[in-house]
């Protein structure tokens, strides 16, 4: 343990890890849907950090443009549409916070277990690793090219079949 | 794709940027999109046409200077000229030139702050400055006349209350000259930008038959081809001397009713360089009785303000002061068609169409 | 009847909810009897008014104007106005609520656009009187003949008044006037002054004329504020002027304007 | 001289590092709040030639003390809050949206290895700093507790979000002519020519959504006058106004320096030094958004939308496109 604070860059990951997790603490037990949503922003933000003390600023910069500048914007875009209930406590019953809890703590557990139990199974990616964007766009397109475009696809499904959804709810009203 | 959205109640005004002064609208929205305006006016209103009813006629004169503060010249004659003819007088032509060079000047002015304050309304700023500035000219030129910068109160009964000096007649010559050239500029400014042609272009669209049923009249008819204009269809003062034209447009947007204000500045500097070359000689007042009182009766006297139809309708009852004096004001008919206008319009359109209405709070409230 | 036209008048000057406007008011067809008296013909002064319900809603309103029916107890406005010009008061104040002797004895006769006879023919039944005022005929109908002859100078071809310019009441101190100026985009130098007289100072109510001019919109708003005359089937009669919780109507010659 | 930034946070953590960071950032935040008085000055006295007045002339010499006088009128009013606000989050508020503008600066390249971080992606970064500055803009408004505000936030999301894509599109021109997303990469690949003549393009698409990135004329929905009061910062006082003001400002310097940087060769020019010709080039493009704020009447909602999406985004992906194949063919023929 004493030789993990040696090193300034774990001192900065407690630090920053601290953070995050009190962030994520309050998206999960703060009452108004506003705060949820900027502490929800917070954590992404924190998130972010760490990958910089990861030495992975790209996927810093992408968690922060894509999570924190656009997916964050538009939940909050959304909630001040709804105008009045973004006010309001979200009010969730004390039988559902039961569940989610114990959801919580057995995937946290389940993680844990994952992390530690598996050591030595997996192969670890060595450190150092090209992260420029030539050999990032390489991958992305040439190596995990199909993967890629599954992903693409699927997420292009999700949206149009959000929309389609969203239409049928607004026939009916 | 309609969305489900939900609709706020806001309050534009009475404290608001472009209100020009008190007006309050009580605005529905949904998200960008206007669902219900309601206007909300008396917040300037002063009670003029009660005032009237316990002043002697000549004594009303300042309190319609203070009615539409920016045509008070206007004002004054439409209040004035009704006086008249009850009483039948005749008024020398020299006066009622001069009264012809003041009230185009003040239409003038009046179209300036309009053209400044619209432009303000889109989100331009500079225009404001520009227009203040020639503005500032006109208002020099009406205070050395009359006395007062806004609210001249220079007619008189009978006829004007100063004679023009042959100096002051040569300087609003020079700065017609000067104003043709500035209106060139406003122009070159302006009138030819895309954004501000975007933002004006096919907003705020009413026919003919629409003005027609809500009494609109000034520049919020003429747009629609009407070319309905109280100096040329239904003739008073001595304007049928005159050589000028009245533009009108046939799009009914706000573009057209731009258009129309621009080009009714350059006809006004028309009439006053002609009355100026033509101003004959003779007395600044006629003979007017001491003591003013009309015969019963009742009279309607309506002139063309800056903003359209204006009238004044007098009961007498024989005294010195009005039994009952009413006040036609084109902006509080033209402002009541504002909601009928805007209704599924967007914020931006309806400040647009709310610019190009040209209210004057003090007219609109009385 | 009466007394409870007359609650309902003073509840609703104070009570500016659109919605429950229309069915507030009476019918049509009762108020509009009240101002079907002739011409000339003494004001139904007669009517049955009970003094107490009036003065009841004094007390409450605070600031009623004054009744013609109660020429003992002068306002101070008019004694201040015959201070200044006893000559004028007698004509300015007629008696009885009578209308004023003939006006425009003393006026220069300018020939309207229009043959006054011709013009009472082609108006029809419901004309109370035609004049001739500087130039411009002043037409006086009854109050329930206003919609139709309204209607009818709007579209007959002969008239086209399709412009009203505005409209406005005059108090008569024994009796309320609406006057409607009425224009044409078509023939602009036509002016033609549309009235209806005698309506009855506590309870006036004149058929709104919104359906046929939109114009009148606003116009009869500000008349109905300053001057009480309650305008039926007006889409959206408030007060326009004055704040909505306002007390009496300003414009009437008895209104006590003294805070 | 290499400043460092990832540099000392992966240094020994030791206090004399942890000072180096915040005279650093202090330095720092000293130019940017000497450069926000000048830009407020400047742009005063700007318009006031544009609009035929002299602007401030009354505190100073020609008032140049005029911004001086302001920031201590705005640092000692009285801080309102509203009753109907959410106090933390109205509070916070203008921090949010400020500290990215502050934070853009760490990767401008004043000059060859002058500057605060060689961050690899350092473009991506930029962009992606900017789009926190929506949130800010976003719970300003909501936070109010007022109607105008809160169409100012909504407003001021939706354009952030629609110019966001076009503005990464036509920067992604630039980064592929030079081959790489790092600032200082990006300007030494214009030693021969600036990029903004191949660029053309990318530039025009760049510039009009740089200027709606900056909620400024013609683009000042969100904070609309004549619409909207001031949007979303109508109920704001004192020193939090300022800062709202702070983070205005400090975004017009910072998309000065990112557009020289992109377009304009950066630090390259003859005699001056280095540092110097980006703050020239900085300062011209500042120069640029007050004049046309002197200029242009406001956009309208709508139509600022379809100009984004119909026009702007197609735009700046033909100039990706084109870019590429041109690259794609020379690449091939030599």
């Known amino acids: 343990m004493i030789d993990f604070f040696s090193q300034p860059t774990n001192l900065w990951f407690v630090v920053i890890a601290f953070l995050t997790l009190i962030a994520s603490l309050g998206v999960v037990a703060g009452e108004k849907v506003m705060h949820l949503a900027l502490n929800l922003g917070g954590s992404f933000a924190g998130v972010a950090a760490l990958f910089v003390l990861l030495q992975s600023p790209f996927l810093a910069i992408a968690q922060v443009l894509i999570y924190v500048g656009a997916i964050l914007v538009m939940i909050l875009f959304g909630l001040m549409l709804t105008g009045a209930h973004a006010t309001e406590p979200t009010g969730v019953e004390t039988g559902k916070k039961v569940t989610v809890a114990t959801a919580v703590i057995v995937l946290t557990a389940l993680t844990i277990w994952g992390v530690y139990g598996s050591a030595g199974r997996w192969p670890v990616v060595p450190s150092g690793l090209d992260t420029s964007l030539t050999a990032l766009g390489q991958a992305l397109y040439g190596h995990w090219g199909v993967a890629f475009e599954a992903a693409s696809t699927l997420l292009l499904a999700a949206l149009v079949g959000a929309i389609v959804v969203s239409r049928r709810e607004d026939d009916e009203a | ?366 | 009847m009466d007394d409870e036209q007359h609650t309902n008048e003073h509840d609703e000057s104070s009570d500016t909810k659109r919605e429950e406007k229309p069915s507030e008011r009476p019918p049509a067809g009762e108020a509009v009897g009240d101002a079907q008296a002739p011409a000339g013909a003494p004001h139904p002064e007669s009517a049955p008014t009970p003094e107490a319900a009036r003065e009841a809603s004094q007390q409450r309103s605070g600031r009623l104007p004054e009744s013609s029916t109660s020429p003992t107890t002068p306002t101070s406005p008019p004694a201040k106005e015959g201070e200044k010009q006893p000559a004028a008061a007698g004509s300015a104040r007629p008696a009885g609520g009578a209308r004023p002797a003939p006006r425009g004895a003393a006026a220069p006769q300018v020939p309207t656009w229009i043959d006054l006879e011709e013009l009472k023919r082609l108006l029809g039944e419901g004309v109370e009187a035609v004049e001739n005022q500087w130039g411009t005929p002043v037409v006086t109908v009854q109050a329930d003949q206003l919609l139709r002859i309204a209607e009818k100078l709007r579209d007959d071809e002969r008239f086209r008044f399709d412009f009203l310019t505005t409209m406005t009441a005059v108090d008569w101190r024994s009796y309320l006037e609406t006057v409607y100026l009425l224009q044409s985009y078509e023939y602009p130098t036509h002016h033609l002054t549309l009235k209806v007289s005698h309506l009855d100072s506590d309870n006036p109510r004149v058929p709104s004329v919104t359906g046929i001019w939109e114009a009148a919109g606003w116009p009869e708003r500000e008349a109905y504020d300053l001057m009480g005359i309650y305008f039926e089937g007006h889409p959206d009669l408030r007060r326009l002027l004055l704040p909505e919780d306002w007390e009496g109507h300003p414009l009437r010659k008895a209104y006590d304007y003294i805070d | 001289m290499l400043l460092n930034l990832t540099g000392l946070l992966t240094a020994p953590f030791t206090w004399l590092n942890l000072l180096w960071m915040f005279v650093e950032v202090l330095v720092m935040l000293v130019i940017i709040l000497i450069y926000v008085m000048a830009a407020l000055y400047g742009e005063r006295k700007i318009l006031g030639h544009i609009q035929l007045r002299p602007g401030p002339n009354r505190t100073g010499p020609g008032g140049v003390l005029q911004p001086v006088a302001d920031v201590i009128k705005l640092l000692f009013k009285e801080d309102v809050i509203p009753a109907e606000a959410d106090v933390a989050v109205f509070k916070i508020a203008p921090v949010i949206a400020f500290v990215p503008s502050f934070m853009t600066f760490a990767v401008a390249p004043w000059a060859p290895n002058v500057l605060f971080t060689d961050l690899n992606v350092g473009v991506l970064y930029f962009t992606a700093v900017t789009g926190i500055t929506t949130i800010g803009i976003v719970s300003g408004g909501w936070s109010s507790g007022s109607k105008y505000p809160l169409l100012g936030g909504m407003r001021g999301a939706a354009q952030l979000i629609s110019y966001e894509l076009p503005l990464v599109m036509s920067i992604l021109g630039v980064v592929l002519m030079a081959g790489t997303a790092n600032m200082a990469g990006i300007v030494e690949a214009q030693q021969k020519w600036w990029f903004f003549f191949p660029q053309i393009l990318g530039f025009v698409a760049f510039f009009i959504s740089v200027s709606a990135e900056m909620n400024r004329t013609p683009f000042d929905l969100p904070e609309g006058e004549s619409e909207i009061v001031a949007g979303y910062h109508t109920e704001y006082s004192g020193f939090r106004m300022a800062l709202w003001m702070l983070g205005e400002y400090t975004y017009i310097f910072a998309d000065g320096l990112l557009c020289a940087t992109l377009f304009f060769g950066g630090w390259h020019g003859p005699w001056l030094p280095g540092w110097l010709w980006l703050l020239i080039k900085a300062m011209i493009f500042v120069f640029l958004a007050i004049w046309t704020r002197g200029t242009l009447p406001r956009m309208r909602s709508d139509t600022l939308m379809v100009f984004a999406w119909k026009f702007l985004l197609p735009l700046a992906m033909a100039n990706l496109i084109i870019t590429a194949l041109v690259k794609a063919a020379i690449a091939g023929w030599f």
């Not at chain 2, 004679?163 to 060139?184: C, G, S």
Request: charged share 25%; net charge negative; aromatic share 10%.
């Open chain 2, 1 to 366: 794709m309609a969305l489900r959205t939900e609709e706020l109640t806001f309050s534009l005004g009475p404290q608001h940027p472009s209100t020009h002064g008190v007006f309050r609208a009580m605005v529905t929205i949904d998200g960008e999109r206007v669902v219900h305006v309601d206007p909300v006016i008396g917040y300037l209103h002063r009670g003029t046409e009660k005032i009237a009813e316990w002043k002697t006629y000549p004594q009303i004169i300042p309190y319609t200077d203070r009615m539409d503060y920016l045509s008070a010249m206007l004002n004054n004659y439409c209040h004035v000229g009704a006086v008249e003819k009850l009483l039948g007088l005749e008024i020398p032509e020299h006066a009622e030139y001069i009264r012809i060079i003041v009230m185009e000047l003040n239409r003038i002015a009046s179209h300036l702050v309009w053209w400044g304050t619209f432009l303000l309304d889109l989100g331009a700023m500079s225009p404001f400055l520009y227009a203040f500035k020639d503005r500032q000219v006109i208002l020099d030129l009406l205070e050395e006349i009359s006395g007062a910068r806004l609210t001249y109160s220079y007619m008189r009964i009978g006829g004007v209350k100063r004679d023009a000096t042959q100096e002051w007649l040569r300087r609003v010559d020079d700065f017609m000259d000067e104003m043709v050239k500035n209106i060139q500029g406003y122009n070159n400014l302006v009138t030819g930008n895309e954004i501000f042609q975007s933002r004006v272009k096919n907003v705020g669209v009413y026919d003919e038959a629409f003005a027609k049923r809500w009494g609109l009249s000034g520049a919020c008819l003429r747009c629609t081809g009407n070319s309905y204009d109280v100096r040329k269809s239904d003739p008073y003062s001595l304007y049928p001397k005159f050589d000028f034209e009245i533009p009108t447009r046939t799009s009914g947007d706000v573009w057209a009713r731009y258009i129309i204000r621009i080009e009714e500045m350059l006809q006004s500097i028309r009439i006053v360089k002609q009355a100026i070359r033509n101003l004959p000689d003779g007395p600044f007042m006629g003979k007017a009785p001491r003591n003013i009182r009309p015969p019963k009766g009742e009279v309607y006297f309506h002139i063309e303000s800056p903003r359209g139809d204006m009238g004044c309708y007098i009961v007498s009852d024989g005294s010195d002061h009005p039994y009952r004096w009413h006040w036609r004001a084109p902006e509080f008919a033209n402002l009541a068609a504002f909601p009928a206008i805007t209704e599924g319009v967007n914020i931006a359109d309806m400040i647009a169409i709310l610019g190009a209405i040209d209210i004057v709070l003090g007219g609109v409230d009385r």
